[in-house]
């Protein structure tokens, strides 16, 4: 069973400065979620009951967003607003523990991946980058918890690529593809056009054996100078195996201005309190720009 959950929050999400100056980019809202709260969720429906957050130096908000708000929930009370109060009580779902370690420097994937090591110990656990934001029923995290019980070893969530922007992926060299699952012996992190082995990318949800903390403790540097996710999975197929999952449902990269814009108005034309209003919104727009 895959109880434990890591998830990396200590970059600086300079690509959408300047939302991001002061405010992590993990609690940018997605309609009125932020997207920390999504990652919790989908793992929380995963069946993960432990999630170590990886912080850094300014990101304490991302903590205290699930922790009780004794001030603010007493005055829900009083008002009587029930709804906003349960909504305000559960940023962390029933059942599941939220604690943080920190990255010391911001040395890269890998090494986040590796600070939370005491908290994650020697069992297989989930990564989650909440950046990547993925809605899916059930959410990939669940199917690919599904999926883990018959493939074992490392499993990453998979998604093709134009090959253009395979620089900016973790690419998978496949073996065989057998339905929604490829086999994979290498895995390169951001390889040019040229030599990639595929383009099918990594996208933020891993499933990893324990054994990839043997090489991530070694502190090699790989791809742009930084300890590298990535580089500790491929050394370690041999021992374990590599999977890709092709996961049901839309992942939007939400640490671009285009892919977060794009998680808003799919979920806003979803969401019960703005849909309506949204798709009127839209429709409204389309009738001005052909006009
Ligand atoms: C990271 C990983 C990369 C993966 C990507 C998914 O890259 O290093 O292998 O494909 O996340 O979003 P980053 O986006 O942090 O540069």
């Not at 200590?10 to 609690?27: D, F, H, I, S």
């Not at 920390?36 to 912080?55: D, K, M, N, R, S």
């Not at 990547?132 to 990939?140: E, K, Q, T, W, Y």
Request: with cysteine; proline share 7%.
């Amino acid at each position: 069973m895959i109880r434990k959950a890591v998830l990396p929050v200590a970059g600086m999400g300079t690509r959408v400065l300047p939302a991001t100056k002061v405010l992590p980019k993990e609690l940018l809202p997605v309609v009125d979620k932020p997207l920390i709260q999504y990652a919790v969720e989908e793992a929380a429906e995963a069946g993960i009951t432990e999630i170590v957050l990886v912080t850094a130096k300014g990101k304490d908000l991302l903590v205290d967003h699930f922790d009780r708000s004794p001030e603010l929930e007493r005055q829900l009370e009083e008002r009587g607003k029930t709804d906003l109060l349960d909504i305000a009580r559960s940023t962390c779902p029933r059942g599941v523990t939220i604690t943080a370690v920190r990255q010391p420097a911001p040395l890269g994937l890998g090494h986040a991946v590796w600070c939370a090591r005491p908290v994650v110990g020697d069992q297989p656990f989930a990564v989650l980058l909440p950046d990547d934001l993925i809605l899916g029923r059930p959410g990939a995290l669940k199917q690919m918890v599904d999926q883990w019980a018959d493939t074992r070893g490392h499993l990453v969530a998979v998604e093709n690529v134009p090959l253009e922007h395979v620089s900016r992926y973790g690419i998978l060299d496949v073996v065989e593809e057998r339905g929604q699952v490829a086999r994979a012996r290498g895995m390169v992190e951001k390889p040019r056009p040229e030599d990639a082995p595929s383009t099918l990318s990594v996208i933020g949800r891993y499933i990893l054996d324990p054994v990839v903390f043997d090489v991530l403790e070694r502190r090699q540097k790989g791809q742009g100078g930084e300890i590298q996710l990535t580089d500790a999975i491929a050394a370690t197929i041999a021992r374990v195996g590599l999977a890709g999952l092709r996961f049901q449902g839309t992942r939007y990269d939400c640490g671009t201005k285009a892919g977060y814009v794009a998680a808003i108005i799919d979920q806003a034309l979803s969401h019960p309190d703005t849909a309506a209003a949204v798709y009127a919104h839209i429709q409204a727009l389309n009738i001005r720009r052909a006009a």
